[in-house]
């Protein structure tokens, strides 16, 4: 795709100075991504400084049919914000909070917002905008919004989606749909944001949000535990939901090979317990009342081991040991990158069939790579594990790389069985398209395609995503 230098300079005129950028050295940045694996390129880095510019831009390209990547912090991992010759239509200059309303408990804010400074605002004032993600610091509300991001707080507060009351997009026609109002109920026919939410960018650009917040619990309270079975685990789940409520924040689940990684390759990690055991629970409420007496978190994990669903477990004594939990839980991605060759799939399964998915998925990657190393953790509170192939000691990288299709057809044609999805966080892109097609079927497939051609009849706005 080429677009007509009278074009490039146009959409300059309409974005003024400050508001591009054409220089290798400056594209850079942009035109890569966090695991290397797709790079791009653009004739024109576009970075709008306000909604009615972003609104002129798209309504120019609109009318010449030039298509456009939406990118907010560059932090997704399918690749889907990473233009090869679209016009690149970044949100940084999009990053001022609106307004914070503490009678609704609402944050309006730009696009370009970056998720710490979201959630800082709302610290800030009082209260806790409850989606944290390893890669806060960059990731934009944007972002997060187009991929229905989750993190490990889904099980008390959900999704992206959940947390979103109002949006303001940019259609493909450059229209602006203002939907700002912030109602928790509004029973007015179709939800049109819910369009938008989840469509990693390919039905119109979002450029601002109105975001639900929540009361701080003040009582934290963090415990790692040991077991032995993922079967074990749900029970701990069930059992743990049964006493506290919505009060079980962040339940992680890691297979003890992602532990031993972390603990050899990032520095300042240290084992939560003193005994290696097969599987690992980070556990992490947040309490409006201190729970005492039987209800006591002492008590009740006592409680889980004399039932066997425990084998061990540690209550954190203070901040600094929850922040060391929770710093070992996030630094597995990262571990792994000292290993080789991983490959990764993040899917889910109903609760219901989770305990039977790592052993019929590590079978199933085996038929192809005997000994490899299945590097599992994830928000199994969700159904969500990152089921991560490692490369086996014995095989050449090349020869792994080889069969990682197979590998990976054979582990979704698991998660298919067992009712699954196979991305549950970070989207379709371009890595996924192909599976998307086929886990979802002819008819939702045609829906799909029927909704994209509605909104953006010629294609312009990331065309190469989903389909
Ligand atoms: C270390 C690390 C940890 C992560 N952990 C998690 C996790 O726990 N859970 C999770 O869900 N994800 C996780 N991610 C993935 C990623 O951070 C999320 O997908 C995030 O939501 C992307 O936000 P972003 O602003 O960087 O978007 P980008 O990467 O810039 O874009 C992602 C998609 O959104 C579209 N887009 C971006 N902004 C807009 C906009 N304003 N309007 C329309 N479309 C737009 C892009 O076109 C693209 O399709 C992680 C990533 C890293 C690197």
């Known amino acids: 795709m080429s677009i007509a230098a009278e074009h490039i300079d146009a959409l300059k005129a309409i974005l003024g100075p400050g508001g591009w950028k054409q220089d290798a050295d400056d594209l850079a940045p942009f035109l890569s991504e966090w695991r290397d694996r797709w790079s791009g390129k653009t004739p024109l880095l576009a970075l709008p400084g306000s909604t009615r510019q972003t609104a002129q831009l798209v309504r120019y390209c609109a009318r010449h049919k030039i298509a456009i990547t939406p990118q907010g912090g560059n932090t997704g991992l399918v690749g889907a914000q990473i233009p090869q010759g679209e016009i690149l239509l970044s949100t940084a200059r999009l990053c001022q909070i609106r307004a914070l309303n503490t009678d609704n408990a609402t944050l309006t804010l730009d696009a370009g917002v970056t998720l710490a400074d979201a959630r800082a605002a709302a610290q800030n004032a009082g209260f806790i905008f409850p989606l944290s993600l390893a890669s806060e610091g960059s990731a ?90 993922v079967q074990e685990a749900i029970a701990l789940l069930d059992f743990l939901r049964q006493h506290y409520g919505d009060a079980l924040c962040k339940f992680e689940l890691m297979a003890d090979i992602c532990i031993c990684t972390a603990l050899r390759n990032i520095p300042q990690t240290r084992a939560p317990l003193g005994t290696p055991s097969p599987w690992h629970v980070l556990l992490d409420f947040g309490f409006f009342n201190a729970p005492k007496g039987e209800d006591a978190l002492e008590t009740v994990l006592e409680d889980a081991m004399k039932k066997g669903l425990i084998s061990d477990a540690v209550i954190a004594q203070s901040d600094t040991q929850a922040q060391d939990f929770l710093k070992l839980r996030e630094t597995l991605s990262a571990a792994q990158k000292g290993e080789g060759l991983a490959i990764k799939h993040d899917i889910s399964v109903p609760l219901s069939a989770i305990a039977d998915f790592p052993r019929k998925a590590t079978k199933a990657a085996e038929q192809f790579a005997p000994n490899c190393r299945v590097f599992a953790f994830g928000h199994v509170g969700d159904g969500n ?22 590998i990976t057809a054979a582990i979704y044609d698991c998660v298919h069985a067992l009712g699954g999805s196979i991305s549950a966080e970070h989207g379709i892109g371009i890595m996924k398209k192909t599976e998307l097609a086929a886990q979802k079927g002819d008819v939702q497939m045609g829906l799909m395609r029927a909704i994209k051609i509605a909104l953006d009849p010629d294609n312009i706005m990331n065309p190469r995503v989903l389909f």
């Open 140 to 229: 934009t509300i944007g972002g997060i919004l187009s991929t229905n991001a989750g993190g490990m707080e889904v099980l008390r507060y959900g999704t992206a989606r959940d947390l979103a009351l109002g949006l303001e997009v940019i259609t493909p026609q450059g229209d602006v749909l203002s939907a700002l109002k912030g109602l928790r109920k509004d029973n007015t026919g179709y939800d049109l944001k819910q369009l938008y939410i989840g469509a990693e960018g390919s039905l119109g650009v979002i450029t601002g949000a109105v975001l639900k917040l929540f009361p701080i619990p003040p009582i934290r309270l963090s415990a790692w535990c040991a077991l032995d079975t």
């Open 385 to 406: 594990l990152h089921f991560n192939i490692l490369q086996p000691v014995q095989m050449s990288q090349e020869a792994f790389a080889k069969r990682a299709p197979q």
